[in-house]
């Protein structure tokens, strides 16, 4: 399946963070997709099978880490990289979030245009 | 004439009968025999009717019936007649020896008994042998009295009394052969009885007699062993040598020594010679020799002299070791009495000396205190002559005789016994008690003390307990508690970053000019929101830094890295700021500083903190970074400046959280008030010092004092 734009699931059960990430995304060329739970995250991943997720850790329900761990462990979402960004600033928070098979790992308060870099950076990884 | 006539005309017949009369004499040797031919030929020939022929008896003097004839009562018994009875006419007619009538008379009956003839008036003729001047050897009594029977009764009684006389001096000299032949033997056997050889030599050394023990060391016999002759040889030959000095010494009685030799044992024997000259032999002199074996005696004497050597040397040994036992019972302080089975003491020590003796000269208390100490002692020690125990201990009081303190003394006593358990001694040891009640006393009062001490340890234990249990309770609580605070302030960092997240991301996309074209104004509205969220931020970074640290979730990791590389680094990093600042900003480094272990994150941490706090701080001058080796083996890194300063009264305070000088809300310096709490928190981490030196208005010194390795 190709697309025009590459597609982001921002996962954040705040609003304001989740529409900020995903109107600076669209502004700059991507397609956005949002999920406020880490159900909804999953549902989400396996039915538009983005090409990056941004995933917040605390979470109603599923959290962050839960949700990482299922979409890493299915073969269909497996390749999806995950930029995991949270408000856990603690040194064990990145550490159990990477563990958890996150691929990269930024701290709130995180710029929208850091977060851009990095999913950049990652989407130039995939790419051969 | 006619008497001739007779003689001549009975010679034919009457020779005859004479002649066969005096061969029958001569030819028995029984004097009855002859005394019965003589008594039958005077009946027959000699004309006599009755005839009793008396002797006189071998051993007493007396007449005894030897032959008969002619006697009309056979059984006839003789009167008294003895010889030493010159009262009785009829001893004095045979001592008279003279033919003679005698007359059986009614008196002499009467008083000495009747003859066996019948008639009254009898012719007696004694009996004699060769010699006159002996007594008579009997008597012939014959019947009836005439001339021509006292003729022929005087012939034969010169015949028979020849025979008679000579026949009892042939018995007499039998007997007497006999009895020293008997004599001989009797002696033989006495000598051979003597145990000791006896032995008599003639002067020559020639033995004469020798008993059956002299004979088995003198004498060899035939077919005897070469060994056993020599040594009688030996033995011959030392006797003679022996005897000649006897014969020298010419003493009547000579004692000495006679060594032999035993043939059939060869053993040496000694012998003690007692030789004397026999008594009665002068013309022929000879010794009797007696010899005494001394052997076993002279051994017995050599044992006894060996046993009295012993003796004495036992003797020596025995009062050496008692000398030696006195020495020894003297140096014991204790006194130290010794009893024997009655109850006397035999023995004891000078201390003891001082309890029971009476000095020269002692005072009446002195005495009264002698005579209770033995009574004392006494009763003390006849416990132990009843008790079957081996001994008895008992205390009781003493008193000093020269201080007449009274003394308690524990008396021990053991009874010494010879092997068959009867009592020889009783050894008593009395031990003065005042030291041991003196210590029993302290030892109590020790004790008291120490029980009351040991309640106080204990009150003290339980006071120490309880105290930390309510320290340890506190300290959980305090632990809760920071845990709680360091979760409180992590969740409120979660929940300030997430609004500050939108602002600070909105105001950037505004910035950008995302949302349209800002006009100058809301620009630089625009920044200082930006400017407010972020400082908000650095604070919230150095709450979390703080509840990191108190939460206990920030870990040291140690590692040795060098001093000199970490200072350039932290330089680099601040760069922006310091050329921003037109400060001077140096280092030095000093040359034995190279490398140290600690946890190179956090020390990194605190000196860029300092340094940014100098850069803050200082509006002219220089900052300056040093590393200086010790205190001890330790390393200092210290940042100088030229800054603003702090007075005295506050530099404890600068180390407290939210803690600046000035921390009214127009204070002239930025930052959170954090830093140099955070920084002290790291420097307790890892172990190290952070302090201040600091004058109002000259300048700072911070310093980290770093173990060289870690605690």
């Known amino acids: 399946m190709s697309r025009e734009k590459v597609l982001v699931l921002v996962v954040d059960d705040f609003a304001d963070n989740r529409e900020m990430y995903a109107e600076y995304l669209r502004f700059k060329g991507f397609d956005a997709a949002e999920a406020a739970t880490g159900h909804e995250a999953v549902e989400l991943a396996n039915s538009l099978l983005p090409d990056v997720i941004c995933m917040d850790l605390s979470l109603p329900g599923m959290d962050g880490w839960e949700a990482t761990r299922r979409l890493k462990a299915d073969d269909r979402t497996r390749h999806i990289p995950i930029v995991v960004v949270t408000g856990h600033a603690f040194d064990g928070d990145g550490q159990s979030a990477l563990e958890a098979g996150g691929d990269r790992f930024l701290t709130k308060p995180c710029l929208p245009e850091e977060l851009l870099s990095s999913i950049e950076s990652l989407l130039a990884r995939g790419q051969p | ?711």
Not at chain 2, 288 to 304: F, S, W, Y
Not at chain 2, 316 to 322: C, F, M, S
Not at chain 2, 345 to 361: D, Q
Not at chain 2, 634 to 656: N, R
């Open chain 2, 1 to 711: 004439m006619g008497r001739s006539v007779v003689t001549r005309l009975s010679l034919t017949s009457k020779s005859e009968a004479k002649l066969s009369l005096l061969e029958a004499l001569l030819g028995s040797d029984e004097p009855a025999e002859c005394a019965e031919r003589g008594v039958d030929w005077l009946v027959e020939h000699g004309g006599a009717e009755e005839v009793l022929c008396l002797q006189v008896g071998a051993k007493d003097p007396r007449l005894v019936g030897l032959a008969a004839a002619g006697l009309r009562n056979t059984h006839y018994e003789l009167p008294e007649i003895d010889l030493e009875r010159p009262d009785n006419p009829f001893t004095a007619a045979i001592l008279g020896r003279q033919v003679v009538v005698f007359e059986q008379t009614r008196d002499w009956r009467r008083r000495f008994g009747r003859l066996p003839l019948s008639a009254e008036t009898l012719l007696l003729v004694p009996l004699f042998g060769e010699r006159t001047d002996e007594l008579p050897i009997g008597a012939l009594l014959v019947a009836p009295v005439a001339a021509k029977v006292a003729n022929e009764a005087r012939w034969i009684a010169e015949a028979l009394g020849k025979k008679l006389a000579s026949l009892r001096r042939f018995e007499a000299l039998s007997d007497a052969e006999r009895r020293l032949s008997n004599q001989n033997a009797e002696l033989q056997h006495i000598v051979n009885a003597v145990s000791d050889p006896l032995l008599l030599t003639d002067a020559e050394g020639r033995m004469i007699v020798a008993n059956s023990r002299a004979e088995t060391l003198f004498a060899a016999l035939d077919g005897e062993s070469d060994g056993r002759r020599r040594a009688i040889a030996l033995n011959n030959m030392l006797f003679s040598a022996a005897l000649a000095q006897v014969a020298l010494s010419g003493k009547e009685i000579h004692r000495r020594e006679l060594p032999l030799v035993d043939p059939s044992e060869g053993s040496d024997l000694l012998f003690e010679m007692i030789a004397s000259v026999a008594a009665g032999a002068r013309e022929n002199p000879a010794l009797v020799c007696v010899l005494r074996n001394v052997t076993d005696l002279r051994a017995a004497t050599e044992e006894l002299e060996s046993n009295l050597h012993k003796l004495r040397a036992a003797e020596a040994n025995v009062r050496r070791d008692r000398d030696r036992l006195e020495l020894v019972i003297d140096s014991v302080a204790d006194p130290i009495l010794v009893t024997d089975p009655a109850g006397n003491i035999v023995l004891m020590n000078t201390p003891a000396e001082r309890l029971f003796t009476l000095r020269a000269g002692a005072n009446q208390d002195a005495q009264r205190a002698v005579r209770a100490n033995d009574a004392q002692f006494s009763s003390f020690v006849s416990n132990l002559f009843f008790a079957a125990a081996p001994r008895w201990s008992a205390e009781f009081s003493l008193v000093d005789p020269i201080s007449g303190e009274t003394t308690p003394v524990e008396g021990v006593a053991g009874r010494i016994s010879t092997e068959q358990g009867e009592l020889t001694a009783i050894v008593t040891i009395l031990h003065d008690r005042r030291e041991a009640i003196e210590k029993a006393r302290l030892y109590e009062q020790l004790k008291l003390a120490s029980s009351g001490l040991e309640r106080k340890v204990a009150e003290a234990t339980r006071e120490l307990v309880w105290q930390n249990e309510l320290l340890q309770r506190q300290h959980l609580a305090l632990e809760q508690a920071s845990k709680l605070k360091s979760q409180f302030l992590a969740n409120v960092s979660h929940e300030f970053r997430t609004p500050l997240n939108a602002i600070l991301g909105y105001t950037s996309m505004l910035l950008q000019s995302i949302g349209g074209p800002l006009t100058a104004h809301q620009r630089k509205n625009l920044e200082r929101v930006d400017s407010n969220g972020r400082h908000l931020l650095a604070i919230i970074n150095d709450i979390l830094d703080i509840s990191k640290i108190e939460a206990g979730r920030s870990s040291v990791e140690n590692g040795d890295f060098d001093v000199h590389e970490l200072v350039t680094e932290v330089i680099a990093e601040l760069e922006p700021l310091i050329s921003r600042s037109r400060l001077e900003v140096g280092s030095e480094i000093e040359a034995s500083v190279t490398t140290v272990r600690s946890d190179r994150k956090k020390v990194k941490q605190i000196v860029l903190n300092l340094m940014s706090n100098a850069l803050k701080f200082t509006a002219q001058g220089s900052i300056r970074i040093a590393a200086l080796a010790g205190p001890g083996n330790g390393l200092t890194i210290a940042v100088f400046d030229t800054g603003i300063g702090i007075a005295p009264e506050h530099h404890s305070k600068i180390f407290e959280d939210f803690r600046q000088v000035d921390s009214s809300p127009t204070r002239e310096y930025g930052g959170t008030g954090l830093g140099l709490a955070i920084c002290r928190r790291l420097a307790g981490l890892i172990g190290a010092k952070l302090s201040v030196e600091s004058a109002l208005g000259v300048g700072s010194c911070f310093k980290l004092e770093l173990p060289r390795s870690v605690p």
